[in-house]
């Protein structure tokens, strides 16, 4: 699909903690839908959830791998495929 799946790929570079906490605090607006979750979401469910998602994408990309969409990071559903496989 070739979606981002870093801040850098998301041309975000050099961010600090506050500003991710500003977008995590946007995000979670009354207008937003994040606001239809089940269950309440804060900014700070959502500020370390933006950086352990870059973390996680950094990881994959390091190691050359790409995550194939809907694919679990415990591996218990979904494939993990080298770049440029198939």
């Not at 506050?18 to 995590?24: Q, T, Y």
């Amino acid at each position: 699909m070739g979606l981002a799946v870093t801040l850098e790929e998301m041309r975000v570079r050099e961010i600090g903690p506050e500003r991710i906490m500003d977008v995590a605090r946007a995000a979670c607006a009354p207008v937003e839908t994040i606001d239809n979750s089940p269950f309440a979401v804060t900014p700070e469910d959502v500020c370390p959830a933006i950086l352990a998602a870059d973390a996680i994408g950094r990881h994959f990309l390091s190691r050359n791998f790409i995550l194939i969409p809907g694919a679990k990071i415990t591996g218990s559903q979904g494939i993990l495929f080298p770049r440029g496989y198939g």
